[in-house]
């Protein structure tokens, strides 16, 4: 049983570009949050996809974006890159909206230089 | 808002101890959860132990258990009998109910179990 895998596990991008990253979620959920974790902190949350919409989101900027495909996997997208989203990004999926467990991906680490 | 407090940064004990780890929370909710999640080097989030806050009796996993204190937005974990295995970042997050998995952590205890 497959969990929650993210792709790729290290990227580095320069200011100013766009970046894609990617979540499958565990095996039979279909609920996909995404979280930013910066160095020596804990993880922010970022938004939630749930039947291919976006459900609830944290206090993010519009450059950050997602979509949810409908095999559940997950996109999140972060356009015009500026130094300060340097960071673990980290993938959670759960079964339905209202559950209190999630399970979490290993993360993407996101350098922008 | 709700906000978590971890007021240790670092922590350190003897394997085979015993160790607790604080955690304190802000909110105005009445039906919430509490969790501890342990991220060891390889960075993936692992879920330790769970709360309910409609429930009183203290929740317990093997060699973890907490102590939670609602009226105090007290929320300590403890672990018993250290193991090695146990090194890692140590996080306290909040979630109020039916939010969707909105959950808010705290900054962290790295707890370094020494041979």
């Known amino acids: 049983d497959a969990g929650v895998t993210q792709s790729p596990t290290h990227l580095i991008k320069t200011r100013g570009q766009q970046v894609t990253l990617r979540c499958s979620p565990k095996?039979?959920?279909?609920?996909v949050s995404w979280y930013q974790q910066a160095l020596g902190q804990g993880p922010q949350f970022i938004f939630q996809y749930y039947e291919e919409e976006e459900r609830q989101r944290g206090n993010f900027p519009d450059r950050f974006s997602g979509h949810q495909f409908p095999n559940y996997s997950s996109e999140l997208n972060v356009n015009a890159l500026l130094l300060g989203d340097s960071a673990l990004y980290l993938c959670?999926?759960?079964?339905?909206?209202?559950?209190?467990?999630?399970?979490f991906g290993q993360g993407t680490r996101l350098t922008v230089v | 808002a709700q906000t978590v407090t971890q007021s240790q940064p670092e922590m350190s004990v003897q394997e085979a101890e015993t160790v607790t780890l604080s955690c304190t929370y802000d909110t105005s909710e009445n039906n919430y959860y509490l969790f501890w999640y342990k991220q060891p080097p390889s960075r993936q989030m692992i879920l330790v132990i769970r709360?309910?806050?409609?429930?009183?009796q203290n929740a317990t996993e093997n060699r973890f258990s907490v102590n939670f204190q609602k009226a105090a937005k007290s929320f300590s974990l403890k672990i018993s009998d250290s193991q090695l295995g146990d090194t890692a970042m140590y996080f306290c997050a909040f979630m109020k109910q039916d939010n969707n998995n909105d959950m808010r952590f705290g900054a962290g205890t790295r707890l370094t179990v020494k041979p």
């Open positions: 959670a999926s759960s079964l339905g909206v209202r559950v209190n467990e999630a399970f």
């Open positions: 095996s039979g959920h279909d609920t």
């Open positions: 709360q309910e806050a409609y429930k009183q």
